[in-house]
């Protein structure tokens, strides 16, 4: 009996082949090159991934233990979000320390065994850098407090007198992405009210001065500290806020700078200024003083999409995040649009795009796509109040949207646990949440909480393998039994295989250095909800419609889900909700 990889489909005379044509190309294949144009980075989020010493709190040492399990899946890298010293008022990207590992993941001498297994394994292992804002409790900054306005100290951080009679009011109007006001007022020696310093997220994280030499040679040198202990390169957190609009005006648009009417993205003070691109200029020079091609990849949630590739010109950073392509919803037209965009805006700038469906900010792609008409932003997720998903068609869009992604040329960036088909803790009481926006909004946004569960490696224990102790530092749901590791391990049709299986093939088939071309359907089978390309002798088709959707003719590479592609009268036909890859005839 022929497995599903050996299936010809669509060799009846009545031609269904001509349901599709090739259409215009997009991208052409940018040749072999270096690893990071289509590069696979598995994003771990180490207080979730494996918790080894029974704290409820994952560590480095957890990450050396299972990273041959990361690595099995044929990924070229890590990103390790931040394991620094830190009050973890944030999750640790309120830095308090940035050349030292905080207690609750390890040691210097841990991070060093990470790097020696993950050198074994053939994985550079990627630093999150978090330099627009340090933790309240940094040295720096204390010092910076005990110190008078005007001094050296404070030339460090933003430091500003207020506005109104005797100095009462912030500086300006400006918001904190967690809400409420982005100025916190300080108090001098004697304990009367002094300055403000700002701080473009929570209170506890104070935002560096930029326009100030030292804070570029203090980040050069951390820079250095990390390198020369065998990093891969850098993730650089907000790396679009770095820099701030001479005066700090006020600014009525949004406090992350979403365009808005009236407030387009590049009039916001705080974001996005010319000058940043300098700093990023100077780093890529430092990284590329260092042998093995070493990354640096920008946070850099700007507007419009086409403003993305101005950080990864040839001189600046290599790669950046896309946030179109994670905020498109589940439909064939808005993908198309995105990726057709994406292709075309980082090709003027001879840099590939990047792919990401879900992180550590954003509700997982599994609970977005089974959310219909839910309103999920950046930095929020669902609560225990909202309308729940549905979570079985959250996970087959999910696996349909992996296999789209996964065809498509350039790099792909994958979060710890999607491999599982993990949605969010969208049921988590509210007695357990974490995330700054929750408590500084009063409960009014959810946060981030849901997405950065720990994962479950086992489908027993307290903690579904987790951790040696009783509890995570955030719960499980009850029943995530079936999305454990080990039960979806060598298993056929497991979102776990798909993963193993769609990672393999896009290596074999060099999809990440190949090229697009749309293909357009013939107008007798026109299905509005499905969008297809080729990339090379592959054909990639996605039906987020609610009907079958005719195939092109070739044989089956892969399905999102068993038996995804049946037989009918007039040819293979795709399920509604499911992609798949498709070999042309007389290609590869």
């Not at 009907?547 to 038996?563: I, K, W």
């Amino acid at each position: 009996m022929p497995t599903p990889h050996d299936v010809e489909l669509d060799v009846r005379p009545a031609r269904p082949d001509t349901a599709y044509r090739l259409g215009e190309t997009v991208h052409s294949p940018s040749g072999a090159g270096k690893w990071w144009r289509r590069s696979v980075i598995y994003q771990v989020y180490p207080r979730s991934f494996r918790d080894t010493t029974g704290s409820g709190m994952g560590d480095l040492p957890g990450v050396t233990r299972e990273l041959h399990r990361v690595a099995e899946l044929g990924v070229d890298a890590v990103w390790l979000s931040p394991f620094f010293r830190s009050p973890q008022r944030d999750a640790g990207y309120d830095v308090s320390d940035y050349c030292d590992v905080d207690p609750l993941f390890g040691t210097l001498a841990d991070f060093d065994d990470l790097v020696s297994e993950a050198d074994r394994l053939g994985v550079r292992v990627i630093v999150d850098l978090v330099p627009n804002h340090c933790s309240s409790e940094h040295a720096l900054f204390r010092a910076a407090l005990a110190s008078a306005p005007g001094s050296a100290e404070r030339s460090l951080f933003v430091f500003r007198d207020g506005r109104g009679a005797d100095g009462t009011e912030p500086p300006n109007n400006w918001q904190s992405h967690f809400g409420g006001s982005a100025w916190t007022r300080t108090a001098d020696a004697d304990g009367t009210p002094g300055q403000w310093y700002l701080h473009l997220f929570d209170s506890t994280q104070p935002d560096f001065n930029w326009d100030n030499p030292a804070v570029h040679a203090e980040f050069e040198r951390i820079l250095r500290f990390w390198l020369d202990r065998g990093a891969g390169g850098f993730r650089v957190d907000v790396a679009h806020a770095l820099v701030k609009a001479a005066g700090l005006p006020d600014w009525g648009g949004a406090a992350d700078g979403y365009p808005l009417p009236g407030f387009p993205f590049a009039d916001a003070p705080m974001f996005g200024r010319e000058e940043v691109h300098g700093i990023f200029r100077r780093w890529r020079e430092i990284v590329d003083e260092y042998a093995g091609d070493r990354i640096l990849c920008a946070e850099a949630n700007v507007h419009p999409l086409e403003t993305m590739a101005d950080w990864v010109r040839e001189d600046e950073m290599h790669q950046t995040f896309n946030f179109a392509f994670v905020g498109a919803s589940w439909s064939a037209p808005e993908l198309k649009a995105v990726v057709d965009r994406s292709l075309r805006a980082f090709d003027a700038v001879a840099a590939p795009t990047t792919w990401v469906l879900s992180n550590h900010d954003v509700s997982r792609h599994a609970t977005r796509f089974g959310a219909d008409g839910a309103d999920i932003r950046v930095g929020d997720g669902l609560g225990p109040d909202d309308v729940q998903p549905d979570e079985a068609t959250g996970l087959a869009r999910a696996r349909a949207a992996t296999l789209f992604m996964l065809g498509l040329p350039g790099g792909v960036y994958l979060y710890q646990g999607e491999e599982l088909g993990l949605p969010d803790h969208t049921t988590l009481p509210n007695r357990f949440r974490q995330d700054p926006t929750f408590h500084r909004t009063g409960g009014s946004r959810i946060g981030r909480d849901g997405c950065r569960v720990p994962l479950p490696w086992t489908a027993d224990g307290a903690t579904y393998g987790f951790s040696d102790g009783d509890a995570g530092w955030l719960p499980q749901p009850d029943h995530w039994a079936d999305y454990a590791r080990d039960a979806q391990h060598g298993v056929e049709g497991s979102t776990l295989e798909l993963y193993r299986r769609g990672l393999a093939e896009r290596s074999r088939l060099g999809l990440g250095e190949g090229g697009l071309a749309w293909l357009e359907q013939e107008e007798a089978t026109m299905r509005t909800g499905v969008v297809a390309y080729a990339n090379g002798g592959t054909a990639v088709v996605l039906n987020a419609g609610d009907t079958p959707a005719p195939l092109p003719a070739g044989r089956l590479l892969v399905e999102s889900v068993p038996g995804a592609v049946t037989p009918a009268e007039s040819g293979h036909m795709l399920a509604p909700d499911a992609a798949a890859w498709i070999e042309l005839p007389g290609t590869h």
